[in-house]
């Protein structure tokens, strides 16, 4: 039970955190993205964790485009689900009046779908 406790504890303490620092998490996100709500929120979480530690004395983050240069492609579908297929988009950011662009792969597995931040 404390175990649980703490657990919820920390979630609601680093959630606090993140908001508070600036982070801006409104849905849905500007541009042409085909990536629905909840795969945005977890591509989001993983760039401003990013983009905090490339600029720690920023307090503003913000997505200000979206925009899909690759259209899905070696998309498989069974029984009326998507199973496997690729795509890739380039979202852009501001940090501190910083653009910085992250290019992503979004790509369909059979539990659902992923990302990877390109290089």
């Known amino acids: ?22 982070f801006d998490f409104n849905f849905p996100l500007p541009g042409n993205s085909i990536a629905n709500n909840a795969l945005q929120y977890n591509v989001l979480k993983k760039v401003y964790f990013n983009a905090a530690k490339e600029y720690p004395l920023c307090s503003d983050f913000k997505v200000t485009d979206t925009q899909l240069i690759q259209e899905p492609y070696d998309v498989v579908k069974k029984n009326d689900k998507y199973i496997k ?7 852009t950011f ?7 662009q992250v290019p992503l792969t979004f790509y369909i597995k059979k ?3 992923d990302f990877i931040i390109e290089k």
């Open 111 to 113: 539990s659902g779908t």
């Open 94 to 100: 501001d940090a501190c009046k910083q653009k910085f």
């Open 1 to 22: 039970m404390a175990k649980k406790v703490l657990i919820v504890f920390f979630v609601i303490i680093t959630g606090l955190r993140v908001n508070a620092r600036g």
């Open 85 to 91: 297929g690729y795509w890739k988009e380039i979202w």
